[in-house]
């Protein structure tokens, strides 16, 4: 097998294998599912965040955990090659990218898991790495009215996918991320042993897998941790002008206990003029709302600030019951009294209210275009520099995309994982999700990007990137602090070739050749 392997690898342009050599590759790693030859033009030589591409290898579409197994031992009795596992990609910077390696196509083992479990009374469901947040959601809600607590905004990712980063939206306040909220995984080491993992059992590999960014690792399935699912949303914005107030009445909501606050706290900035994408046409929920500026301070700035909330109920609860309980939580708050919206939808509309956006996206041509996205945590001693510099200045004119920013509870993670955060009990995340035509606009907003980053460093600001991306092995040391020793020890015991996510750039891969 690796004689053939290294004669496709020596003689072959990774930009095209001949159909021969794609056969025999997949005869010789002796796979249950595909391969595909690689190329820049192919999905796995791109992402969603269309900044990069690389040639890889070839496209591997296993059939389970096997076939990732046998990937990963094959490309460790060679050299140099890598091994990276693509959920739905989504990746920003290129970090589910190999050059020249295997790029393994998680989606292919979607269905491979799919089971409830009751344990102690609590319930669970052990799903696919490769299945999608969407779909793990419409199936436990239909068949068990059940879902899981924490999500992220956007559900066409991969379960895989976000554990191996975090998984952060307006539930994490209360549940903490997706990584707080799972039990047990199935993981593929760089060693290419199949090793089943939790608290209690290869605990280092389950904490280290977990928002470890794919470099111990690959997620073949996760024990996800459940809840009854509520029928509807009561989905509600309010509006502020200055910022010391949002940030008040975000950190009431998300300090508060369960039944005394809402189930979902998020929140964005806009510019304050019409513009239709970055300004006061953004805010209300539905088409028939109206956002009527006549009700803004004239003392207000550059910006404006949303508070975005919901609270769960049931079919059962009278409309009455549900007002008063949303009256109760408003009347609390210090936003603009006259421009409030509000709409009732079903629980999974609301969790799925970014497929709307993604749908026009795609009809207009901007989902297939450039996303120089950049996601920031921010301590709460840092967020109001933050706030008087990069909104109210660099972007107050809007990016042309949602300006996302909500606080949440360090508490709530479990230190033990590789996510890195900053310090304090409350931080804020930040989410700039730009969307752009092609051309010299996207180099200039990805030059507005580290302008901003190196702003916050020049400034002391008490920060960490979400979904890091970094150029040098000195700025992944400063990114994980004094957690970086953990890491690369983590790294070693797991993956002591660098075998795996080649994309993030952390670490080069080794020349030991496994006997």
Sequence with gaps: MIACLGRIVQDTDADSIPDDDVSTLSE????????????????????????????????????????????????????????????????????????????????????????PLTIDGSHYIDVSGGALWEDVLKRCVSMFRLAPRSWTDYLSLTVGGTLSNAGV?????????????VTELEVVTGKGEIT?????????????????????????????????????VRWIRVVYTEFEEFTRDAEFLVTQEEGESFDYVEG????????????????????????????????????????????????SDRPSTVDTAVSRLLERLGSIQRLKFQLNVSYVEFLLRVKQGEEHAKANGNWDSPHPWLNIFISKSSIVDFDRTVFRKMLKDGIGGPMLIYPLLRSKWDSRTSVVLPEGEIFYIV???????????????????????????????????????????????????NQWTRFVERKTSFDPMAILAPGQKIFKRTHIIKP
């Design 28 to 115: 010789s790693l002796d796979l249950q599912g595909t391969i595909e030859s690689g190329g820049i033009t192919g999905v796995a030589g791109k992402d969603f965040g269309g900044l990069y591409s690389v040639k890889p290898l070839a496209l591997i579409k296993p059939s389970g955990t096997e076939d990732i197994a046998r990937v990963v031992n094959a490309a460790s009795r060679t050299s140099h090659l890598t091994v990276a596992a693509r959920g739905n990609g989504h990746s920003i910077n290129g970090q589910a990218m190999a050059d020249g390696g295997f790029v393994i196509d998680m989606r292919s083992t979607e269905e491979n898991h799919f089971k």
């Design 169 to 181: 939206s307006g539930q994490a306040f209360r549940f903490g991320p997706q990584t707080s909220n």
């Design 196 to 232: 089943v993992c939790s608290e209690t059992q290869n605990s280092e590999l389950f904490f280290g897998a977990l928002g470890g960014l794919g470099q111990l690792g690959i997620i073949t399935r996760a024990r996800v941790k459940l809840q009854r699912a509520p029928d509807m």
């Design 268 to 315: 964005f900035v806009f510019s304050n003029s019409d513009d239709p994408i970055n300004g006061w046409p953004s805010v209300p929920l539905d088409p028939d709302h109206e956002f009527n500026p006549a009700y803004i301070p004239q003392t207000a700035g550059s910006v404006l600030y949303c508070l975005e909330v919901a609270l769960h109920y049931r079919n």
């Design 431 to 481: 989410a700039l999700l730009r969307f752009v035509p092609k051309g010299p606009t996207v180099e200039k907003l990805v030059a507005q990007n580290h302008e901003i980053i190196q702003w916050c460093n020049k400034e002391g600001l008490d920060f960490k990137l979400y979904l890091p991306h970094y150029q040098s092995k000195e700025d992944w040391k400063r990114h994980f602090g």
